[in-house]
């Protein structure tokens, strides 16, 4: 035990116990740092300055119980706390260990001789119940992590059915109704041609029957509305068609293979893809460095980045600035989205890669962006960092090994 760097702290008012403690401790520890109080007020004060490595307090002091500072159980204290009581108040003391104290000891000319042996025994068990806390902690981490896959892993699956299920219907409901639009087109003209005819050669109670009729079918609207109609279909089937797609890829089976990959290519390409939907709000700056080339699957790579550019545009509702950097660090190869948006919550900042959250329109966003990114940079071995502040905008940042998983 590295007992330098002890820092003792005894509370206790009268004066002579206060020095035998001491004295017994200095022999045990002479290069402790001690420090006495005399009341729970400076007791107070001391810990709002530092925490000491244990802490050695009488029952009572002038200005009140030390007990009452205590608060169960002893592991989740910030400091190792031994109560010492004058002979006959061993009850109390009991309570004091119930409530979260380590150990008690009786005031006598011996147990004061045998206060070293006692520290050193309390912050040994100190430790171990730190340690206990700590390998519980990690524990619980672990189990939440696994849960967590589990929980990607059946979303995956059903997001492969349901994207399956959906595709076929999607296929032939777009494909119709590309049909109808050209065949309704073709009735229209017909429509119109007959009515010239009509109104050419047919008898007046022919024309007005026919007028009548037209009038009550509210004919002229059905030929304005249904090319609208279709239009907003085909428009909505586009965005199914999207989610279907996006549900793909965050269930997609590992298919092609790694290879060494100049990603800045791979980057100018994307951005040469997502370039639309980007100029509108942002100007994009591009910071390419020079990176080596990576051991990865390029494509899943650019779907990153294009998940990263396209919710930096969306971030920025007025005017901004979108930067894409490539840089090296070390073994890893680093590609950051910065962006001069709105900025993520820190309540937020918990969910954004969790599949299905959005804070998007429907339509907009599906929620799925940053769950697949973060999913494929974590299959490369990698990982997707964001630092973000309210009002001034968002960082992302992927990191690969420059030679793959291994
Ligand atoms: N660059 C960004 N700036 C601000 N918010 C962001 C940014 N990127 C992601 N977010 C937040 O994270 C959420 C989830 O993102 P994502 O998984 O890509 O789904 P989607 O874009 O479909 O909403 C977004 O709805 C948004 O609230
Ligand atoms: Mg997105």
Not at 63 to 78: E, F, Q, W
Request: glycine share 6%; charged share 20%; with cysteine.
């Amino acid at each position: 035990m590295n007992t330098t760097s002890l820092d003792i702290l005894i509370a206790e008012d009268d004066v002579g116990h206060a020095t035998a403690v001491r004295r017994s401790l200095e022999n045990t520890y002479p290069d402790a740092a001690i420090t006495v109080v005399t009341s729970i007020r400076e007791y107070r004060e001391y810990i709002a300055r530092s925490i000491p490595s244990i802490a050695i307090l009488d029952l009572n002091l002038s200005d009140g119980r030390t007990i009452d500072l205590l608060s169960a159980p002893a592991v989740d204290a910030t400091f190792p706390i031994i109560i010492m009581t004058s002979c006959g108040s061993e009850q109390v003391a009991a309570d004091a260990i119930k409530r979260g104290a380590l150990d008690y000891m009786v005031k006598s000319p011996d147990t004061f001789a045998t206060i070293g042996a006692m520290v050193t025994g309390a912050l040994r068990e100190w430790h171990l119940l730190q340690d206990k806390k700590q390998m519980e902690l990690q524990l619980k981490e672990s189990q939440a992590r696994i849960i967590q896959q589990e929980k990607m892993a059946s979303i995956g699956q059903l997001a492969a059915g349901v994207a399956h299920e959906i595709n076929n219907p999607m296929g032939y409901i777009t494909s119709n109704m590309n049909s109808l639009w050209k065949y309704a087109e073709k009735l229209a003209q017909f429509i119109e041609n007959q009515g010239q005819a009509l109104e050419m050669c047919a008898d007046e109670a022919t024309k007005a029957s026919i007028f009548e009729m037209k009038r009550q079918i509210k004919l002229d609207f059905i030929l304005k509305d249904f090319r609208d109609l279709i239009t907003e279909s085909l428009e909505g089937s586009k965005r199914v068609s999207k989610i279907v797609q996006d549900l793909k890829s965050f269930s997609r089976a590992e298919g092609d293979y790694p290879i060494p990959a100049n990603l800045n290519d791979y980057i100018q390409s994307t951005i040469n893809v997502v370039r639309n939907e980007i100029k509108y709000v942002a100007q994009l700056s591009m910071q390419l460095g020079d990176i080596p080339p990576v051991i990865c699957r390029p494509q899943q790579i650019s779907q990153v980045v294009m998940n990263l550019l396209i919710n930096a545009a969306h971030s920025i509702s007025d005017k901004g600035m979108i930067t894409v950097a490539t840089m090296t660090s070390g073994e890893m190869v680093e590609i950051s989205v910065v962006d001069t948006g709105c900025g993520i919550s820190p309540e937020n900042m918990e969910k954004i890669f969790e599949p299905f959250f959005t804070t998007k329109e429907a339509g907009k966003g599906t929620g799925l962006g940053l769950a697949i990114s973060a999913d494929i940079v974590r299959k490369h071995g990698g990982e997707l960092l964001v630092k973000s502040t309210i009002g001034s905008g968002t960082t992302f940042t992927v990191r690969l090994p420059i030679e793959g998983t291994r």
